[in-house]
Every structure is written in C-alpha cells, then in structure tokens.
C-alpha cells in the first residue's frame, strides 16, 4: 500500500502539498483580498526559500515547512540566506495525512518589504556523524522552536500576514 509519508517520498509529498498550499492560497489572494499575484518557484532553495510571491510593490520570499497533522515536530531548520533578502518569511503548516487538509498555519515574518529577523537560535547539526562520530555544526542554518512562530487558524490570515493588513496590528505584536 502506498504511504505518502514514508520517508523514500519525501519529494513528493512536499511537492504535492506546496502545490496545494499555492492553490488555496491563490483563491484567498484573488476571491477574498482582490490581489493580482505573481508566483515564482526556486528551482531549489539554496537561497532559503520555496516560492516567491509579488503582489503590486510587495514581494514575499516563502520557504514553507510541512507536519503531518498531529505531528510532535517541536523546531524547524532555516537557513540564514533567507534573512538576507527582503520579505522573507516561513510559513509552516499541518496537513491532515488523510485528506491533505492544511491548517494550522505558523508564521515567522515581519511586515511586507522588511528583512526577515530570526530570534535567538543555535545552530543546526548534519544528521550524520562524520569519520570520527561527530555531528558537524551547519552554520547557515538554525533551529528555530516553534513557539516562536505566530498560529494562524485560516489561509486568509496567512494571506493578511503576507500581504494585508493584519487585525491587531499583528506586526507590532511579534517584534
């Protein structure tokens, strides 16, 4: 039987869900914003992000981060590129193993055109030990917990955090 969330499909899976996620997203930025968009895809995301989206004189560098609803994942790996580039942000989402229903949404961002500031955070490790049983610091990544990323319930508050103007003055909030 085919298990989308055994390991040897990992590229799959994170393909198939980011289509997703670019496809509700474009329903909430065209039906319920009114925003022309444009999407741009990394052919791969050395830069730390997945996809670029520009709507009018705002540009958002996404590097989007997937869990299986129910997941105990607790941190994130980014990469320090994307604080490098204006608009960049994650965005990392649940999606129901079921069904691929997205939601919850957690969001680590600041306001459109601003660089992304990622809070205190060590440095992530190589998963494999090299010749002499150790794990290697990778520098231009960090661990980022979770409870320093902001829940959004819907598509249309990761859409207003993205490109809106979010309710209670959400920006202020997260500085």
């Not at 980011?18 to 496809?23: C, K, L, N, T």
């Not at 520009?54 to 997941?71: D, F």
């Not at 990323?149 to 209670?168: C, H, I, Q, R, Y």
Request: proline letters at 4%.
């Amino acid at each position: 039987m085919f298990d989308l969330w055994a390991a040897e499909h990992s590229v799959l899976r994170e393909k198939v869900l980011e289509h997703i996620f670019v496809a509700e997203l474009s329903k909430v930025l065209l039906l319920d914003m009114k925003l022309p968009f444009e999407i741009l895809r990394a052919e791969f995301d050395s830069n730390g992000y997945d996809i670029v989206i520009e709507v009018g004189e705002v540009t958002r560098r996404i590097q989007l981060k997937a869990m299986r609803l129910g997941g105990k994942r607790a941190n994130v790996n980014i990469n320090l590129a994307l604080t490098e580039k204006v608009g960049g942000c994650i965005i990392w989402f649940n999606a129901d193993a079921a069904n691929l229903e997205l939601g919850p949404f957690y969001w680590l961002g600041g306001p459109p055109q601003a660089k992304l500031k990622l809070p205190d955070s060590k440095p992530a490790r190589h998963s494999k030990a090299n010749a002499a049983g150790v794990k290697l610091k990778r520098e231009r990544l960090r661990i980022v917990n979770k409870g320093k990323f902001w829940k959004l319930d819907s598509m249309k508050e990761v859409g207003e955090a993205l490109f809106g103007t979010s309710p209670n003055n959400f920006w202020e909030l997260k500085a």
